[in-house]
């Protein structure tokens, strides 16, 4: 039984040296760094003698932080044995990487918690490509909106107050900047004001059909009169 135990801390030193990924092993209270691999070493850029006076609370970014330490203590109530996260690390010089961890508890036959052991992969490219592509598409859906022939307004639900508009827009009402236009009832411009019975017919529309369709006389911010077709449709952002 002695030669089988020895074998099997062989066999387990051996997977925790050589793993491509981070292990990290942290006692509680203090959740000290105690033990880790040199894979998580070297992620982090600390030797193992650093890591040894360090928790996670030290390595992690607060708005993380505020993310994992739930999950702690759902783990330390028992009403969990693990948890997984995406989250950003602080290496020793400075950097910030980001990092999928995955940690589990470790309890004994009492069932009281012995350690936490997390694995950690870095992702920090994925997550850079990931955000370098949201911002491509951000920029791409803002120069559509900018750069449409039609005049653009997003206006808010319920006070139908203007809370954005595109170049043309400003071109169209003759405004000198944007803020002219924005924070006031887009029913300003209109030459006749809609009544509350035009404004049911339109909400009405909207909900059954997607969208509302009506010509209108306009009156532009330098007293201009012009005829526009106004079209009218409710969208919703996450």
């Avoid at 801390?9 to 040296?17: D, G, I, L, S, Y």
């Avoid at 739930?70 to 009403?79: I, M, S």
């Avoid at 850079?128 to 951000?138: G, K, P, T, V």
Wanted: proline share 3%; with cysteine; glycine share 4%.
């Amino acid at each position: 039984s002695e030669t089988a135990l020895l074998l099997s801390e062989k066999r387990f030193r051996a997977v925790f040296e050589n793993a491509a990924i981070g292990i990290a092993v942290e006692f509680p209270p203090t959740y000290t760094l105690e033990f880790s691999n040199p894979a998580f070493q070297q992620l982090l850029g600390y030797t193992s003698e650093e890591l040894c006076h360090l928790s996670y609370l030290d390595i992690t970014l607060p708005d993380d932080l505020e993310h994992q330490t739930p999950l702690v203590q759902e783990c330390l109530d028992g009403r969990r044995n693990g948890y997984q996260m995406e989250k950003r690390y602080r290496c020793q010089d400075g950097r910030i990487i980001w990092a999928n961890m995955t940690t589990s508890v470790i309890r004994n036959d009492q069932d009281e918690i012995q350690f936490f052991v997390s694995m950690v992969e870095d992702i920090t490219e994925r997550k850079q490509a990931i955000d370098l592509e949201i911002s491509r598409s951000r920029d791409l859906k803002e120069a559509i909106f900018e750069e449409s022939a039609d005049a653009l307004f997003l206006v808010d639900v319920d006070t139908l107050f203007n809370l954005d508009c595109n170049l043309r827009a400003m071109e169209l009402f003759e405004a000198d900047y944007k803020e002219q236009l924005l924070n006031i009832n887009g029913c300003t411009f209109h030459k006749y004001p809609l009544g509350s019975e035009e404004m049911h017919i339109c909400y009405t529309q909207i909900q059954e059909k997607g969208i509302w369709t009506q010509e209108f006389e306009y009156l532009t911010l330098k007293g201009n009169e012009f005829w526009g077709s106004l079209s009218m449709k409710q969208i919703r952002v996450a």
